[in-house]
């Protein structure tokens, strides 16, 4: 029983020697922290900035050329997508400046003066012009002949041109070097007319045109027209039409009239320019 009594004091010993060593460990490793709370205490407040006389650590290198796709990955130029998707553009951001625009402005002053090119008045620009033209069209399936034709148009004041179409000169003493008001054709070709051809002469029918300005003021060249082409509907049974052989009606013939009576004032306008 004395013995066992021996045995537990050197385990009860050996139990609060061990316990002493804990603490005693314990003790100096609560030192060691207190040390270093107080030593991060008295470090400045930018943890980035090392240490005097310490050295920094070293930032891993930045990945060049890299770009994230989602499905891909991360693509870097030994990817073997890279030469598709990888693209090596350098940018030189432009930074306008007070100093660079002083720096342009003495550029620009130094530089040499160039010659100024001539300068080149316009050219006087030509008088408003137009071409009004009407027809005399025969009834379907029937033409106009060349006596009654030439009756006609002896009635209407017409003369013979040089070129084979009927002119009407203005009413009035005029001379035959005299420009017409407007001219008369036929619609069969060559559409001319001939002494040794008119009697024999057959056409669907007959073209009256003239060109502004001319010998008259533009509307009463149109009034005296329009008369004609009347009159000779009249005799010879026909119908007045305008230019693409549609029969004319009040209203065609009044957007004529204001047709006319533009370019006059435009005329007008041009003339006073000057």
Same mark, same amino acid.
């Given at each position: 029983m004395l013995e066992m009594d021996k045995t537990q004091l050197q385990w009860l010993l050996a139990g609060i020697g061990a316990v002493v060593v804990a603490l005693i460990y314990l003790w100096s490793s609560r030192a060691r922290i207190r040390e270093g709370i107080?030593?991060?205490r008295r470090r400045p407040t930018l943890d980035n900035s090392p240490a005097l006389g310490g050295s920094e650590m070293p930032m891993p290198d930045p990945v060049l050329n890299v770009q994230d796709f989602r499905d891909f990955?991360? *693509?870097t130029s030994d990817h073997h997508l890279a030469d598709k998707v990888l693209?090596?553009?350098? *940018?030189?951001?432009v930074q306008h400046r007070a100093d660079d625009d002083a720096g342009i402005a003495e550029t620009v002053a130094d530089a040499p003066e160039s010659p100024r090119p001539t300068r080149r008045e316009p050219a006087l620009s030509e008088p408003?012009?137009?071409?009004? @033209? /009407?027809?005399?069209?025969? @009834?379907?399936?029937?033409?106009? @002949?060349g006596p009654e034709i030439a009756a006609a148009v002896?009635?209407?004041?017409f003369r013979l041109g040089a070129a084979g179409l009927f002119e009407r000169l203005p009413d009035g003493e005029v001379h035959a070097a005299d420009p017409p008001v407007f001219s008369m054709a036929h619609l069969r070709e060559p559409g001319v007319f001939s002494s040794a051809t008119l009697e024999t002469l057959a056409t669907p029918g007959l073209l009256l045109f003239m060109k502004l300005p001319g010998p008259l003021e533009e509307i009463k060249a149109l009034d005296l027209l329009v008369l004609t082409a009347d009159q000779l509907a009249r005799e010879l049974d026909g119908t007045i039409s305008?230019?693409?052989r549609r029969p004319m009606t009040n209203q065609g013939l009044l957007h004529l009239r204001n047709q006319?009576?533009? /370019?006059?004032?435009?005329?007008?306008a041009w003339a006073q320019s000057f």
């Open positions: 107080r030593k991060r990955g991360r *693509i693209v090596d553009v350098e *940018i030189h951001p408003p012009k137009m071409t009004v @033209a /009407l027809t005399v069209m025969a @009834a379907q399936g029937q033409s106009f @002949a002896e009635s209407s004041g305008d230019e693409r006319v009576a533009d /370019l006059e004032r435009r005329r007008r």
